[in-house]
């Protein structure tokens, strides 16, 4: 079974520009999350999307991210326009979600994309 | 929100020795899964366990809901070993008492391991 896929795996970017990430979690799982990973601490969620519905974007900075999972599978995430602060590394991670009766809510990552702004 | 506290913060061991690592919790959790972070950044799952003991060759790992711990135990570590190891509960609920999924990560404990 292929795990998350995520691209790029790093970006170098000048601050003030924009830049896309784009995440494909495991084939029919249908909760996806993207995490922020600043160096030196543990991962911190921005954004949770069931199939292609928003479940929690308190976390997300809206006046400079945004995220979207078009048709419940791929997800992309953006930051327009990127400050030094956003620097990190995104992370990708999915779950099954509901399995019959159950929920099902463990956590499988992708490799993450090294985002450093300059 | 609920707060996660790992200790020890690192950890250093000769190979073939064995540690213990321990993740506090403030509130019940729904879930909770220990990784490990490889030096590439990759997290790896290691245990998903709530409640109860599991075993996965060296790696065993214990939740005890009630008192708001787990422990991992790593036996005769490698120097594959070394990296960083995140525990991550999941403690939010919607009105109808289903969980969201949403992991909240511990500071994690680094463990390097020499030969």
């Known amino acids: 079974e292929a795990g998350v896929a995520q691209s790029p795996r790093y970006k170098i970017i000048e601050k003030r520009q924009s830049v896309a990430f784009w995440c494909n979690p495991i084939?029919?799982?249908?909760?996806l999350y993207w995490y922020q990973q600043i160096l030196g601490q543990g991962p911190k969620l921005l954004i949770q999307?069931?199939?292609?519905?928003?479940?929690?974007d308190s976390q997300l900075p809206k006046d400079r991210f945004s995220a979207e999972r078009l048709k419940g599978v791929d997800s992309t995430l953006k930051i327009q326009p990127a400050k030094l602060e956003d620097s990190a590394v995104y992370l990708c991670?999915?779950?099954?979600?509901?399995?019959?009766?159950?929920?099902?809510?463990?956590?499988?990552f992708g490799p993450g994309t090294r985002l450093t702004v300059l | 929100g609920i707060q996660v506290e790992q200790s020890p913060p690192d950890l250093i061991l000769q190979e073939g020795a064995n540690s213990t690592l321990r993740c506090n919790f403030s509130?019940?959790?729904?879930?909770l899964q220990w990784f490990h972070q490889n030096p590439w950044g990759q997290l790896i799952n290691l245990f998903y366990?709530?409640?109860g003991t599991k075993q996965n060759g060296r790696l065993s790992a214990t939740t005890v809901a009630t008192e708001r711990y787990s422990l991992l135990y790593i036996s005769s570590s490698q120097t594959t070993d070394s990296g960083v190891y995140f525990c991550?509960?999941?403690?939010?609920?919607?009105?109808?008492?289903?969980?969201?999924?949403?992991?909240?990560f511990g500071q994690g404990t680094i463990l390097t391991v020499h030969p």
């Open positions: 991670a999915s779950s099954p979600g509901r399995l019959g009766t159950s929920f099902v809510n463990e956590q499988f």
């Open positions: 084939s029919g799982h249908a909760t």
């Open positions: 999307f069931q199939n292609n519905g928003v479940v929690d």
């Open positions: 509130d019940s959790v729904n879930n």
């Open positions: 366990i709530p409640s």
């Open positions: 991550a509960v999941d403690s939010d609920k919607n009105a109808g008492g289903t969980s969201y999924g949403k992991l909240t």
